[in-house]
């Protein structure tokens, strides 16, 4: 499509719970960014993708999030055993270059709250 | 020190004046500079790339990057109420190492008052 699209809007668990995300990448965008946005301050970057491979996963906070970006499907975050502090707004972009002189294109977030 | 400086604002303004938003930069290596808009509850939206200094114009909105200064702006001409939006900076060095350089400002909040 020509929007990156993300699923869904809102999610709520329960601490502890797990959570999972999804985004489609525009079509033919090679590179796809998650970003976590805790109450409207900066971006944080978790992870890239560049088709189905990782490419950086060096903001990751690797014991409770993974993610994947599979041929044919949507790219997904997941998160296991939510915490308070994981509240926030999940923003999937994608890209036709890298992230380094690629300007990202945008989804419109989902919202998590924890409680 | 932060690395991307963008006051949050809030930015009041009366329609049809110019707005200018503002932000400065440390790292010497930014070279591709970015403006997005982002409404409430909405994904930032790009508004204007660039590469190194100069200006740039599209419609209503002309951005400018002076590098000498690690100073970027974006001027909005003839301002409407359908321009407030938090308008966000974002920078890259544009490296062939590293895919995470990309680094945003805070956001200026602007609300265009009919």
């Known amino acids: 499509g020509e929007e990156v699209a993300q699923t869904p809007k809102h999610l709520v668990r329960g601490e502890g719970q797990k959570a999972k995300l999804y985004c489609a990448p525009i079509k033919g965008h090679s590179y796809v960014f998650w970003y976590q946005q805790v109450l409207k301050n900066e971006f944080k970057f978790l992870i890239s993708f560049q088709n189905e491979n990782v490419f950086d996963e060096t903001g990751m906070p690797k014991e409770r999030f993974s993610a994947k970006c599979l041929p044919n499907s949507p790219c997904s975050l997941e998160i296991q055993a939510t915490k308070l502090e994981d509240s926030a707004v999940y923003f999937c972009?994608?890209?036709?270059?890298?992230?380094?002189?690629?300007?990202?294109?945008f989804g419109n977030g989902t919202r998590l709250t924890v409680t | 020190q932060k690395e991307v400086e963008q006051d949050p604002g809030p930015l009041s303004v009366p329609e049809g004046a110019i707005v200018s938003l503002n932000c400065t930069y440390s790292n010497s290596a930014f070279q591709y500079f970015m403006w997005y808009r982002q409404y409430s509850r909405k994904g930032p939206e790009l508004l204007m790339y660039?590469?190194?200094?100069g200006n740039k114009e599209d419609g209503r909105f002309t951005a400018q990057v002076d590098k000498s200064s690690k100073y970027i702006s974006l001027f909005i001409r003839d301002s409407q109420p359908s321009d407030s939006a938090t308008y966000l900076c974002a920078m890259t060095i544009g490296s062939e190492r590293n895919n995470n350089d990309m680094r945003f400002g805070a956001g200026t909040r602007l609300t265009v008052k009919p």
């Open positions: 660039t590469y190194s200094s």
């Open positions: 972009a994608s890209s036709q270059r890298r992230q380094s002189g690629g300007a990202l294109h």
